[in-house]
Each structure stands twice: as structure tokens, then as C-alpha cells.
């Protein structure tokens, strides 16, 4: 229940393609859903998150789409560029007094010029 | 304002001994939280400090261990080390302790091979 389980393992999409990542939850005590990108020998570096009261959220190129009554959220890359090349985490935590953050596995976006 | 820091970036130990790992946190942030991110896997929760007591923890041992410091700098010690701790490991601050703010801002982290 703890587990968040995220697809594709790897992506490739060629310059200006539109890469979907998808996630899905168990636990519907989560409330927050956040994305990281991380480069090769860097920590995660967080892209946009939303909660579950909204259906989508735009910042920039990057858009989540969130199904509430699935339980699944996906992150959707427009105009995709090779400096988006990186890996993606999904993620999830629920409103405790502390922030344990649950990831899922990582998918692999290669973006080919 | 600096981001979150973290020494050493790289170590190599060998099974059975202890490592310390350090973290600055993000100018602000009053709460730390660790993970440990093995090869290919997304990071797993180790534990968060706030206010320099641990308030949560994931499942991991008790040879993992913590320390926050009033400046809000924080330690992760591993004893005993085993093969399986390789990883990276990542140090994470926040503003708050988890109610409220939710973002996490994450470190480069500290590579561990242990032989």
C-alpha cells in the first residue's frame, strides 16, 4: 500500500516529441504528488507536484495530469528537448507530522536531437 | 541563498565499519531528512529531524542513525556497514516539518561503496 509503481522503465522521443510518464498509488491517504528530475551525480531537483483536488497542473513545459478516482498521475513533457534528458521520479507522501516522500522507480528519458 | 550541501561527495569503506555523513541545509529550512537512493531505484525514506529531534522514520535499521544540530546542519552514521549500503545518499531540507510546506529541495548526495 506504501508502494507507488511507475512506468515506462525508459523512454526515448525524438526533439520536440510529448514523453508521458505514468504513476500509480494505493494508499488514497496520499494527498501530495510530486515529480523530480535528477541528471547522472545529482540529487533530485524537484519539477512541479500537485495535490489531489485539482485534475492538472501547468508549470512551464511540464503538465501533470491527475486521475483521482484511478488513483493515477502522469507527467507530460511538451516540446521535449535533449536537455530533458534525465531520469524521472514520481512520488507521494500524506499529511503526517513528518514528510516521508514514497518514490517510485525511476524512468529513464532520453530525448534524441 | 545556498541549496543544500553535503560532504564528503565520495568514500569508500570496508564491511563492518562505521561512516558519518554530513549535511547543510537550505538557508530557512529548520528540518532535514535523509535517503538512501541504491543504484538504479528511486531514494528510499531513511528518516527526517526536526527541531533536532527525530520525528519519523522509515525501515531502516538501528545501526542508522541521526543527529540535528541547532544551525539545523544534520549527521547520518551508519554502523556495521554492509555490502547492501552502497548507495547514495541523499540529504533533503524543508521549511517545515511536513504539514504544512511539502517541497523538498535535495543535496547532490554522498556516494558510498562499501567493500
Known amino acids: 500500500q506504501q508502494q507507488v509503481k511507475q512506468s515506462p522503465q525508459s523512454l526515448i522521443v525524438q526533439k520536440g516529441g510529448i514523453p508521458i510518464i505514468n504513476c500509480a498509488y494505493e494508499?488514497?491517504?496520499?494527498?501530495?504528488f510530486p515529480w523530480y528530475q535528477q541528471f547522472p551525480g545529482k540529487g533530485p531537483a524537484l519539477l512541479i507536484a500537485i495535490r489531489p483536488d485539482v485534475s492538472e497542473k501547468k508549470e512551464g513545459r511540464f503538465t501533470i495530469s491527475f486521475n483521482k478516482s484511478a488513483k493515477q498521475f502522469s507527467l507530460h513533457i511538451m516540446d521535449s528537448q535533449p536537455g530533458d534528458s534525465a531520469t524521472y521520479f514520481c512520488?507521494?507522501?500524506?499529511?503526517?507530522?513528518?514528510?516521508?516522500?514514497?518514490f517510485g522507480t525511476g524512468t529513464r528519458l532520453l530525448v534524441s536531437p | 541563498e545556498t541549496g543544500v550541501t553535503q560532504s564528503p561527495t565520495h568514500l569508500i569503506k570496508t564491511r563492518g565499519q562505521q561512516v558519518t555523513l554530513r549535511c547543510s541545509s537550505q538557508s530557512g529550512h529548520n528540518t532535514v531528512s535523509w535517503y538512501q537512493q541504491a543504484l538504479g531505484q528511486g531514494p528510499q525514506f531513511i528518516f527526517q529531524y526536526y527541531r533536532e529531534e527525530e520525528n519519523g522514520r522509515g525501515n531502516f535499521p538501528p545501526r542508522f542513525s541521526g543527529l540535528q544540530f541547532p544551525n539545523y546542519s544534520s549527521e547520518l552514521n551508519v554502523n556495521a556497514l554492509e555490502l547492501d549500503d552502497s548507495a547514495l545518499y541523499l540529504c533533503a531540507s524543508s521549511l517545515s516539518s511536513g504539514r504544512v510546506n511539502r517541497e523538498l529541495f535535495f543535496g547532490e548526495g554522498s556516494r558510498l561503496t562499501v567493500l
Open positions: 494508499n488514497t491517504a496520499f494527498d501530495y
Open positions: 512520488a507521494a507522501s500524506m499529511n503526517t507530522g513528518f514528510q516521508k516522500l514514497v
